[in-house]
């Protein structure tokens, strides 16, 4: 995997369109007791750093005491190490982004139904390219409690569940399918804080299996920092590699994310080839992850062919005006009810009390019942350690599998087929009655009442 500063071989052409440059560090050595942070300023290389530092969402109050709070973490995974405010939240957990990633699953039927299998993996990279617009949000999801889980319909003729596998590491796994394809992920992220930054690592492994064309894909995301998380205006860069590769052939495509450079040069740019499994280019791919993806045919040095040109295959939706927490239409088609499947499970994420109090605006509320989750779950915790059973996902397995990342071993859950078969009862009864889901409880427990699932 390449570093952030690394650069891949390329042919004249992406030589050509390459502007190349490192972003802007500077210390707040002009703030006494924060001597040292960096802020990064992505659309310059002349601002004082202690001007964009007194930039952003915090107020001076709230800025001093997050930092009392956090700075003995520098160096940790904080993944879920701390209990932060609520100030940094938006409405959503986890598993509803895991989701996010199914907005353009349209690509995924496009590349199932293309007979030309270097186009197919331009198909099916570009839609892994396509969630890092929705990535880019500044907010925070809520860290899902343990067996919480996600469903989603309406959206594609996909079904899309996903579960919280593990606490302590927290761990998710995701299984999403329709008549074209397959999608199932195990996920682990795993964190690094640098005091006014934090890098994050996607220690995972997905896969997604194209039914018509029988091959099967392994995706290995770059990874993503966090930037001017106390001071300045918060933002997001993924710099490094996208490998995305036909475990049924030996093809593959590489996409290299470029780091934002001075004055905002390179940032948010896309570019690589689809090669084949002699890893000689098919396919050269360009673009940026916040607008679209296209494609030409090229040569085996890269370089475009004679009498090509340009297609594009993907371009970002239209989105809200000014929303509050930067949603896509679909991120908050995610939120509602409308993609939720009849008789929701009690343990959707759409009900926690603390998210549907942000997405109401009562920040107080939300805090509050966000604490009274997690003790929960601390309670549950201490329970099963005196009295046991373990754990165990309702919608998957653990395999026993430690499969290996660029950032550490991975444990591997599948998808055990019984949440196809829940769904199958349900939308077959005829004895439904129509329910408010607002009214549901909230109840990923393992102990206590289950009987509203």
């Known amino acids: 995997m390449g570093s952030r500063d690394e650069k891949p071989a390329s042919s004249g052409f992406f030589a050509a369109i390459r502007n190349w440059g490192s972003v802007v560090h500077k210390s707040v050595n002009g703030l006494l007791g924060y001597e040292g942070l960096e802020v990064i300023n992505p659309e310059g290389g002349t601002e004082d750093a202690e001007a964009e530092a007194q930039r952003g969402r915090w107020k001076q109050e709230d800025r001093d005491s997050y930092w009392q709070m956090m700075h003995k973490y520098i160096g940790s995974d904080v993944t879920s190490l701390v209990t932060l405010p609520v100030i940094i939240f938006e409405p959503m957990t986890m598993l509803q982004k895991m989701a996010e990633l199914m907005e353009y699953c349209h690509l995924l039927d496009l590349a199932d139904e293309c007979e030309d299998p270097y186009m197919r993996l331009v198909y099916t990279s570009s839609w892994a390219v396509s969630v890092y617009f929705a990535f880019q949000r500044t907010w925070k999801p809520f860290n899902p409690i343990?067996?919480?889980?996600?469903?989603?319909?309406?959206?594609?003729?996909?079904?899309f569940i996903a579960e919280q596998v593990s606490h302590h590491p927290p761990m998710s796994a995701a299984h999403a399918e329709n008549e074209h394809f397959i999608y199932d992920i195990s996920s682990k992220l795993k964190t690094k804080f640098l005091g006014n930054s934090l890098e994050v690592y996607p220690v995972g492994r997905t896969r997604v299996t194209l039914k018509k064309a029988g091959v099967v894909l392994d995706l290995v995301p770059p990874p993503t920092k966090v930037n001017n998380l106390i001071f300045g205006r918060t933002w997001v860069d993924s710099p490094g590699e996208m490998v995305m590769t036909n475990l049924t052939t030996g093809d593959k495509v590489v996409l290299y994310f470029q780091p934002c450079g001075w004055f905002g040069a390179g940032r948010y740019e896309v570019d690589g080839y689809v090669y084949d499994a002699e890893e000689e280019p098919k396919?050269?791919?360009?673009?940026?992850w916040s607008e679209s993806m296209s494609c030409q045919p090229c040569d085996h040095e890269g370089e475009p062919l004679p009498g090509t040109e340009l297609k594009e295959v993907w371009r970002v939706a239209a989105t809200p005006v000014n929303d509050k927490y930067q949603y896509t239409y679909f991120a908050h088609k995610i939120n509602s009810f409308d993609t939720a499947p009849k008789k929701l499970l009690a343990s959707d994420s759409r009900l926690r009390p603390d998210r549907y109090a942000l997405e109401k605006g009562d920040?107080?509320?939300?805090?509050?019942?966000?604490?009274?989750?997690?003790?929960?779950?601390?309670a549950e915790k201490r329970h099963r350690e005196v009295k046991g059973p373990q754990f165990t996902p309702r919608w998957f397995n653990m395999t026993g599998e430690i499969t290996p990342t660029p950032w550490g071993d991975l444990e591997v859950y599948e998808y055990n087929d019984k949440y196809s078969e829940h769904r199958l009862n349900v939308d077959s009864s005829d004895s439904l009655e129509e329910v408010d889901m607002t009214s549901i409880e909230f109840n990923p427990w393992q102990y206590g009442n289950m009987a509203a699932e």
């Open 283 to 288: 396919i050269l791919m360009t673009g940026k």
């Open 146 to 159: 343990l067996g919480e889980t996600y469903e989603m319909v309406n959206h594609g003729g996909i079904k």
């Open 363 to 378: 920040m107080s509320k939300s805090g509050t019942e966000k604490s009274s989750l997690e003790e929960r779950q601390r």
